[in-house]
């Protein structure tokens, strides 16, 4: 894989066959993957799509000493308010002096639709060096100026020389594609082109004479491991993995959420390169393999202890530590065995449906499993390849339903109203449909819970253990808000405007 003579990386659709309509069983899904025919469907009716410029922001928002250039109409990226508070809690964590979330836009207006904004853009570039003296700007373009055709490369190489920051393009408008994962691309595109590079080691004198100091940080390199985060996590997330993989004296480098540019840099000094999701990181590492032979596993996610101790061992074979992983793993799982006996009495055979990132439902539905609860749906926002590790921790998963949809809140009403779970798990935005439906909900996403890990396996059961005794609320706000569908869509097929193409 080498995109990088390439403006723009490919979308998904293109480089992995990815899907994003689909309708049936697990295991009808998981052989028309296999087949190679997953993305070969539509919708002849959508009710909303995912937007890549957004997602894009989910790790641009988060990158230190940086300003975000959001180049497009006012209300592209106003999203971003929400994430202030997250973004300088987390930053700060890593940095006590780091500055929040700084972000402009050019505000193109009917005028510049038809004029261009690529002088807004070189106004906004200039003024952002000038005001914050960032080391980076990041300049993610929304559709409006990818439609009109504004260069933005072009700009970019002529300002170059005259601003201290560096500058990215980031090239992210959202109607490119409908797998909007193709936004993490686009992000990882600008990085690899703009921020990684080898680092310039300063040298003084004692530091050339001294020999040992020089083993010391090779040998330091060698038990390095990037992780690659998503912003989506917590900073307890972050810290149980990198307590387990310490644990078999392994240092840990964080990449990309919450770095800075030197951060970038100092992840070519390193032994191995870790996924721990692969929708979030599959070109970022495969291309630090092509370009700098950096080797990488992408395998599942860390969640739930079938998940975590897999993934444990996928690491501690690379450096040869297997026994110890394998020792780690089993006294860990055996602690989090007894901590869950409180909650299976209570939750056994309750029944649970998923809706989010199609790997974080499947790495999640391993801890329901573990509770003796019973998964009997999923909605994943795509599919492809990267989910398949992990179904090896499930088990009766083949006859479950399986919806691929980004967003579609429609397909997912109808499904959840026939199967009538006990607990809906999903992501932040989604969930409130099924608040309206009078059920108890677990958001799949937060930064501020512990999902992964042990620790995380035991923070989601105590967390539905809690929600699950009490949620009055819920039935109240089903009570008094009334979804807007019609009792006929109940009535038909929820895959019904789900058509495969010739």
């Not at 970019?156 to 393009?169: F, K, V």
């Not at 089903?478 to 979804?483: D, M, Q, S």
């Amino acid at each position: 894989m080498d995109y990088m003579t390439e403006k723009t990386p490919p979308v998904r659709e293109d480089r992995l066959g990815t899907g994003i309509a689909f309708g049936g069983t697990s295991c009808e899904l998981r052989h028309a993957q296999k087949e190679g025919c997953i993305n070969l469907a539509s919708r002849s009716f959508s009710q909303t799509q995912g937007c890549q410029f957004t997602l894009s922001l989910a790790i641009i928002n988060t990158l230190r000493n940086a300003v975000i250039i959001m180049h497009g109409p006012i209300g592209c990226g106003s999203c971003s308010i929400g994430a202030v508070g997250t973004s300088q809690t987390f930053k700060r964590l890593r940095d006590p002096n780091a500055e929040g979330l700084i972000w402009l836009n050019t505000n193109l207006n009917e005028a510049d639709v038809i004029g261009g904004g690529e002088e807004k853009l070189k106004e906004a570039i200039r003024y952002a060096d000038r005001e914050f003296r960032p080391e980076t700007i990041c300049i993610p373009v929304s559709c409006v100026p990818a439609l009109i055709g504004d260069d933005v490369d072009a700009v970019i190489s002529e300002l170059r020389g005259e601003t201290a920051a560096t500058l990215i393009p980031i090239h992210c408008s959202g109607f490119k594609t409908k797998a909007m994962a193709t936004a993490y691309d686009d992000v990882y595109h600008g990085v690899l082109r703009n921020l990684v590079r080898k680092p310039k080691r300063r040298l003084d004198e004692q530091a050339v004479r001294d020999d040992v100091d020089d083993l010391k940080r090779k040998y330091r390199d060698s038990r390095t491991v990037n992780l690659l985060n998503v912003g989506s996590m917590s900073k307890q997330d972050e810290n149980e993995l990198e307590r387990l993989l310490r644990a078999i004296d392994l240092n840990v480098r964080w990449l990309p959420c919450y770095s800075n540019a030197e951060d970038f840099r100092y992840a070519l000094e390193s032994a191995l390169n870790v996924s721990i999701c692969g929708t979030h990181d599959d070109y970022f590492i495969e291309h630090l393999k092509t370009l700098y032979d950096i080797p990488f596993v992408i395998d599942t996610m860390p969640i739930g202890r079938k998940n975590t101790a897999r993934w444990l061992l996928k690491i501690a074979e690379f450096f040869g530590l297997e026994d110890d992983a394998r020792e780690l793993a089993d006294k860990e799982s055996g602690e989090l065995d007894a901590a869950l006996a409180q909650f299976r009495l209570a939750l056994k055979d309750k029944t649970v449906f998923l809706g989010g990132g199609e790997i974080r439902i499947i790495a999640t539905a391993e801890i329901l499993q573990d509770l003796g609860m019973r998964v009997i749906g999923f909605k994943g926002h795509h599919y492809d390849q990267f989910a398949e590790p992990l179904y090896d921790s499930l088990e009766n998963i083949d006859d479950v339903i399986f919806n691929v949809a980004t967003q579609q809140p429609f397909e997912q009403i109808n499904l959840v109203k026939r199967l009538k779970p006990d607990l809906y798990i999903g992501h932040t935005g989604g969930g409130n449909l099924s608040a309206k439906q009078g059920i108890p909900l677990l958001p799949i996403f937060g930064p501020s819970y512990n999902y992964m890990g042990y620790s995380g396996a035991f923070d989601v059961a105590r967390r539905i253990s809690r929600i699950m005794s009490n949620y009055q609320f819920n039935k109240k706000i089903a009570k008094h808000c009334p979804l807007p569908y019609r009792e006929s869509w109940y009535e038909k097929n929820p895959f019904h405007y789900i058509k495969k193409e010739d």
